[in-house]
T-cell receptor, first 112, second 113 residues
Framework: SQQGEEDPQALSIQEGENATMNCSYK?????LQWYRQNSGRGLVHLIL?????REKHSGRLRVTLDTSKKSSSLLITASRAADTASYFC????????????FGAGTRLAVHP | DADVTQTPRNRITKTGKRIMLECSQT?????MYWYRQDPGLGLRLIYY???????NKGEISDGYSVSRQAQAKFSLSLESAIPNQTALYFC????????????FGSGTRLTVV
């Protein structure tokens, strides 16, 4: 069963614009993570936010977490064509011993 | 060399055949995982291992088996492949705390005909 559900399923923007992707989940968590996948290749870990954190930054990435709403968002600022990829949220459920549960992902296309 | 290496990269096999997918890592991580990815469904956990003697079923283990030959090696077997096992398979590793996230291999694209 999927824990995280990303929204939107697909997003198309121009270079320089910001991209926002959302993730909702169902159970309490230890942390939530975001990964990027380039066209069928392995996933790459981007950022982890713990359940007691509300916001985290890494370069052009900003992640927020609202545990009361069981939701998270990933903001990519000043998007580049190289950001074109699929983005997945993954939750580490409380008591789940770091067995991540992945959502279906958001496909981001950034056009030059 | 990649931190997590999967072999083969691509494989086409016939229904009923036994096939093994291999994964090796140089991260020194205790924990290893096998996931499959299907279009529109994200990644689903097949098996996971927290150390050489600790192997556990994941969400979709039916039709699969695993072997943790060493800390660095974790293989996935399809005992009798069927067409709906056609998917992209990923091996991943993490340390015990998991706070650096998973490290994924490049995947094995398996087609069962």
């Amino acid at each position: 069963s999927q824990q995280g559900e990303e929204d939107p399923q697909a997003l198309s923007i121009q270079e320089g614009e910001n991209a926002t992707m959302n993730c909702s989940y169902k159970t309490s968590i230890n942390n939530l993570q975001w990964y990027r996948q380039n066209s069928g290749r392995g996933l790459v870990h981007l950022i982890l936010i713990r359940s007691n954190e509300r916001e985290k930054h890494s370069g052009r990435l900003r992640v927020t977490l609202d545990t009361s709403k069981k939701s998270s968002s990933l903001l990519i600022t000043a998007s580049r064509a190289a950001d074109t990829a699929s983005y997945f949220c993954a939750t580490d459920p409380s008591g789940g011993y770091n067995k991540l549960i992945f959502g279906a992902g958001t496909r981001l296309a950034v056009h030059p | 060399d990649a931190d997590v290496t999967q072999t083969p990269r691509n494989r086409i096999t016939k229904t009923g055949k036994r096939i093994m997918l291999e994964c090796s890592q140089t991260k020194g991580h205790d924990r290893m995982y096998w996931y499959r990815q299907d279009p529109g469904l994200g990644l689903r956990l097949i098996y996971y291992s927290f150390d050489v003697k600790d192997i556990n079923k994941g969400e979709i283990s039916d039709g699969y088996s695993v072997s943790r030959q060493a800390q660095a090696k974790f293989s996935l077997s399809l005992e009798s492949a069927i067409p709906n096992q056609t998917a992209l398979y990923f091996c991943a590793t993490s340390d015990r705390q998991g706070l650096d996230g998973y490290t994924f291999g490049s995947g094995t694209r398996l087609t069962v005909v």
